[in-house]
C-alpha cells in the first residue's frame, strides 16, 4: 500500500465547503435556527459507563452515580423551570431506561411539547459494541417506547457517547429514523447515503458548545460556559447573514442543572431569548429543523 493512498473516509456524504453552497431560508425568513438539545440520562449502578466529577471508584461508584442521579431528581426540573420561564423549547435526548425510573420526568418535557429523541436504552453501554442484530433491536426497541408512551415515534437518533457502528447510519433509516445527531462535521443539516437508498439526515449537533466536553473534560467554569454560549450565538448570528446556520446547544441536566452553574446557563438563554423576536433567529428543535430542509430537498 502507498502512503499516498486515498484515505478511508465515511462514504456518508461528499466534501463541500461551507461559502459553495446555495442560500436558502429559515421559516419567516430567520437565518439562524438555534434548538437545545437537553440530554435526559439513566446509568446503571455498579456498572457501565458514566462522566464523572471526580476519579472513578472501584464499582460500585457511589460519588459519581449519585452526582449523575442529581440530575434527574433536581438539575432537570430546576431547568425544566427556567425553560418554561423563558418560553424556550428542547429537543428532549433520553435514555428509555427513564420509563422505569422516573417516567414522570420524561412526562414533563412530553407535556410541554418537546421534542423526544432517541439516546438509547441507558448510557451506560456503547452503541458501536453491540452486534448488528443487538443494535438494530436497540433502534426499534427505544423507537416503540418512546412512541408507546407518547404517541409518536421519534424521528431523531444520538447515540449514547456518540458511538456508532460502520452501519449505524443503515440501520437508523430502517428502523425509521430520519435524522441523526451523531455528526458535528457541519453547521448547516448534511444528507448521508445509506444502503437503502434513502437518506439520512446528519443535523448539526455541537460537541464544543457542550456542558460534558467543556465542564467536566476541560474543567470549564459555568460563567466561561456561559460566555461561550452568548459568544458563539454573536458570532454565528452575524456569519448567518451570508447563509441559514444551525446552533445547537448541548445540555445535561447534571451538570447545568448544578445551582451555581444554572444561574449563569440563565444569563446566557436570557439572551437568546431576548433576540428571539428580532425576526432573524428561529428558536426551534432538531425535528422542526429536519423537517424544514427535507421539505426543501
Keep these: 500500500m502507498s502512503p499516498f493512498d486515498r484515505l478511508p473516509d465515511p462514504g456518508r456524504f461528499a466534501y463541500q465547503a461551507i461559502h459553495q453552497r446555495p442560500d436558502y431560508g429559515w421559516p419567516n425568513g430567520a437565518r439562524l435556527a438555534v434548538y437545545i ?6 446509568f446503571a449502578f455498579g456498572e457501565g459507563l458514566g462522566a464523572c466529577i471526580g476519579p472513578p471508584s ?27 420561564e ?10 428509555t431506561a427513564l420509563y422505569d425510573h422516573c417516567p414522570e420526568l420524561v412526562q414533563a418535557f412530553a407535556d410541554r411539547g418537546d ?18 442484530d443487538l443494535e438494530r433491536a436497540l433502534l426499534v426497541g427505544c423507537r416503540d417506547r418512546i412512541a408507546q408512551h407518547s404517541g409518536t415515534a421519534p424521528s431523531g437518533w444520538l447515540s449514547p457517547w456518540i458511538s456508532e457502528s460502520l452501519t449505524t447510519p443503515d440501520a437508523l433509516v430502517e428502523a425509521g429514523y430520519r435524522y441523526t445527531l451523531n455528526w458535528c462535521h457541519d453547521d448547516q443539516p448534511t444528507r448521508m447515503a445509506t444502503r437503502s437508498g434513502q ?3 446528519a443535523i448539526p449537533y455541537p460537541q464544543e458548545l457542550n456542558d460534558i466536553p467543556m465542564v467536566i ?3 470549564m467554569d459555568g460563567k466561561d460556559f456561559a460566555n461561550m454560549i452568548i459568544d458563539n450565538f454573536d458570532e454565528m448570528r452575524q456569519q448567518a447573514l451570508a447563509q441559514p446556520l444551525v446552533m445547537g446547544i448541548a445540555l445535561h441536566p447534571y451538570v447545568v442543572g448544578q445551582p451555581y452553574r444554572l444561574r449563569h446557563l440563565r444569563r446566557a438563554l436570557q439572551t ?7 425576526g432573524d433567529i428561529w428558536v426551534t428543535t432538531p425535528g422542526a429543523i429536519f423537517r424544514h430542509v427535507a421539505s426543501l430537498a
Design 199 to 201: 437518506d439520512l439526515w
Design 58 to 84: 472501584p464499582q460500585p461508584d457511589v460519588l459519581n452515580h449519585a452526582w449523575r442521579e442529581y440530575g434527574n431528581r433536581v438539575g432537570a426540573w430546576r431547568c425544566l423551570e427556567l425553560f418554561n
Design 217 to 219: 473534560a476541560r474543567q
Design 86 to 95: 423563558l418560553g424556550l423549547p428542547t429537543g428532549t435526548i433520553l435514555n
Design 37 to 42: 438539545g437537553f440530554n435526559l440520562e439513566h
Design 272 to 278: 437568546i431569548a431576548k433576540a428571539r423576536d428580532s
Design 115 to 132: 421534542e423526544l429523541i432517541g439516546h438509547g436504552h441507558s448510557n451506560s453501554v456503547r452503541q458501536s459494541t453491540l452486534s448488528p
